[in-house]
């Protein structure tokens, strides 16, 4: 140990800070225990915050199955534990519904059950009942950046006097939910919500419009006007998603009755800015079917997956306006019991929030 010490000595700060960024947070909980030094710094919200830039791994959630793509170039990775088996828990099994933000999970079902994971440091937290009959609607979790705080917003409405609740749990600090006022005619769709920069962004369920939470002054602060003649038939049909990039929120969804395209909606300027993006020929030959999984990444790239047995991981790159098979075979497919309808994709950015 002493010699150990001696070699890091012999390190500066800054390459020692540097070489830590770049491993998996695996390795990163190892190296908390070998001196009160590297875990102070490994629980310093800004070094968290520079080491998420450094791992990505997507998975998505098609009904009750949940598989997972790891974008790796080393053979290492690729065969190392699969962070989402963590959830494959007797604990999380009555918990159908997921969102996630800053790499922590949010799991969360209609009677106000609420875990909050790091499927990464293999830690979870149960966020405490409300004494009220209650239905939730929506439960989702948020990352206020200048705080360096995640807190929970959670919507339900009470069964005795049939009023609509929004509460605020603040991790680490809260030891009971808080109540905020809410909007009229707002219901956040249950998996449809993204946290950008410390404002969550809802689709509302009630009027076809965007709705923006502050995480960090925990109010609602804008609401946005949905693209007009678009996605006109039912929700369920093709429902559109919201997304980030590069620092927006963007709305991406399939063309009506145009196999092959996607619209993607920015809102650098209002109005929504709509832009069409060609399937590659790949994809088609893989599955002729209208529905597929997207997202995309804060770069900009969009992340997509056709709906067939064992598909590859499609990447849109949006500097040079072209599609990349990234990854040709899933690392991991489960059935968990998520929320049967709840097709969505997910990016999870590798995360050592601690939550303990």
């Not at 949010?106 to 499927?119: K, R, S, T, V």
């Not at 993204?194 to 009630?206: A, L, P």
């Not at 040709?328 to 939550?355: C, F, M, T």
Request: charged share 25%; glycine share 4%.
């Amino acid at each position: 140990m002493e010699e150990c010490n001696y070699i890091f000595a012999c390190i500066p700060d800054e390459l020692i800070v540097e070489i830590l960024r770049k491993l998996p947070a695996k390795s990163l909980m190892k190296f908390k225990c070998v001196s009160k030094s590297f875990n102070s710094l490994m629980s310093d919200p800004s070094f968290i915050e520079s080491h998420q830039k450094s791992y990505m791994t997507e998975f998505f959630i098609n009904r009750l199955r949940m598989e997972y793509y790891r974008l790796s170039k080393t053979d290492e990775d690729l065969l190392s534990t699969c962070p989402l088996e963590y959830l494959d828990q007797s604990c999380f099994r009555n918990l159908k519904c997921m969102q996630s933000t800053n790499g922590l999970v949010c799991l969360w079902n209609n009677h106000g059950d609420i875990a909050i994971c790091n499927p990464f440091i293999k830690q979870h937290i149960f966020l405490p009942r409300q004494q009220h009959y209650s239905r939730t609607i929506y439960a989702g979790i948020g990352f206020d950046p200048t705080t360096k705080t995640h807190k929970v917003f959670k919507e339900e409405i009470i069964f005795e006097s049939g009023k609509v609740m929004y509460s605020i749990f603040t991790i680490g600090i809260d030891k009971s939910w808080r109540e905020i006022n809410g909007w009229i005619n707002f219901r956040p769709m249950f998996y449809n919500s993204v946290c950008i920069d410390g404002v969550i962004y809802f689709i509302n369920n009630c009027v076809r419009d965007v709705i923006a939470f502050s995480v960090r002054h925990e109010k609602f602060i804008r609401r946005i006007p949905f693209p007009t003649k678009e996605w006109p038939l039912r929700w369920c049909d093709f429902t559109p998603i919201l997304v980030e990039t590069k620092g927006q929120v963007a709305i991406l969804g399939h063309v009506y009755f145009d196999f092959g395209k996607i619209a993607l909606y920015t809102s650098e300027i209002e109005p929504w800015v709509k832009h069409i993006i060609e399937l590659p020929l790949e994809y088609k030959n893989i599955t002729r079917s209208l529905s597929f999984l997207s997202t995309t990444n804060p770069k900009g790239d969009i992340l997509s997956i056709p709906e067939t047995k064992n598909p590859p991981l499609f990447l849109y790159d949006d500097e040079k306006k072209e599609w990349r098979i990234v990854a040709k075979n899933r690392i991991y497919a489960q059935s968990l019991h998520i929320r049967d309808g709840a097709q969505i994709y997910l990016s999870l950015v590798e995360s050592i929030w601690p939550l303990k």
